[in-house]
């Protein structure tokens, strides 16, 4: 394939931009990434004109893929036509608010933000006003957001900031636990719970290879932050509406939280956040109550339209049968492939979700250390490149999700699984 159109623009986007690009993870690849030029279905067409089957998906958002349908688009253009913004409420905020509320276990009131960090900041802070608590625990290889209250790495006992710039005072009042691991969070809550304002979870582990929960282990975290008087926060910023369809992950699971935090499908492929919960909680954010939140472009109008189009066409056109029976095959043929080929490697993902780990016993992962011992630097300097030379474009790195859009077709899984055949 030839690049010579994305090499010109990265060497353009170093002098103008931090490492060429404005999130890391797009960076991943080297010595350069491909440059998009286009979506099409659930395909790329990068700078050079080269096309690949997308898994990608803009890390989730894409639950109907590139080709919006016209009930979407046209939302979009309309409330577009009729002005950017305005610094004021519109009934389209409304909507999509009933709409969230109607479907999702946890949620009664919800608070639109504008990504999935600012979701967890605003959860995280609405914990602590509610229960007058300051620390909150963690999972370790979770990821919350680009924030500084999660950005912290190590054990309960010696927390850490994992990013320059985060004061070890910040870190002092998160505490790190590993997934599934049901004695580590009960010593915790044994020495810290009269202080643990929060559990925060993500219901899957999506931004580290893909790590399930455990049997009874999100029932297990329900009844130890009752016990304690902690809120019960769940993370379904990459599986809201689109693990357990429109009911999520907590319907999937059937725990509910006290707290949910949202972003991508949300939002309809545009920039979002909420978080959502009892109203009794959600009372205490300003200007209901004393802990502040507050934002520009909270619950922009075009936004809330294709968050809430997009919620309606799933909802309409059994587009979760369609891309989490395609998931199911994807899956199945990759399980296929990885016992035929290479035995020590794991296939994980649920609904619309899929990721093969390079695990080296063939032992799905139980928490974030078990991919972080996989051969992580072999997927992404040599693999994801192969994979991408067969037309097919995955995640940046071995723990990012991959997911299934209501445009990709079953010639898409075929062409896929056959370079994956070709490539492991």
Known sequence: MNHDESRAMYDRALSVMPGGVNSAVRAAIEPYPFFVRKGDGGHVIDADGNRYVDWVMGLGPLLLGHDLPEQVRSAIQRTASEGPMYGAPTEVEVDLAEFVARHVPSVEQVRFVNSGTEATVSAIRLARGYTGRNKIVVMQGGYHGAQESTLVEGDAENPRPSSAGIP?????????????????????????????????????????????????????????????????????????????????????????PDLT?????VGGGFPVGAVGGSAEIMENLAP?????????????PVTMAAGLETLRYAAEHDVYDHVDRLGERLREGLEEIVADQAPEYTVVGAASTFKVIFTR??????NAADVKKAETDRWRRIFWEQMKDEGVFLSQNQ???????????????DRTLEAYEATL
Do not use: W
């Not at 209901?288 to 922009?300: E, L, P, R």
């Not at 990012?400 to 899984?413: C, I, L, M, N, R």
């Open 261 to 265: 935090t949202f972003g991508k499908v």
């Open 168 to 256: 070890q005072s910040f870190a002092e009042h998160t505490l790190p636990v590993p997934f599934n691991d049901r004695e580590a969070m009960t010593e915790v809550f044994a020495e810290h719970g009269e202080d643990v304002a929060a559990v925060l979870t993500e219901p899957i582990l999506g931004n580290y290879g893909i790590v399930h929960p455990e049997e009874g282990y999100h029932e297990f975290l329900r009844e130890i932050t009752d016990e304690h008087g902690a809120l019960l926060v769940f993370d379904e910023v990459i599986t809201g509406f689109r693990v357990g369809g429109l009911g999520c992950a907590q319907g999937h699971f059937g725990v509910t």
């Open 361 to 366: 016993d063939g032992t799905p992962p139980k």
């Open 399 to 413: 723990f990012e999700a991959q997911f299934v859009s209501a445009a990709h077709t079953g010639e898409d899984v």
């Open 288 to 300: 209901a109550g004393d802990v502040f939140q507050a934002g520009t472009f909270s619950g922009h």
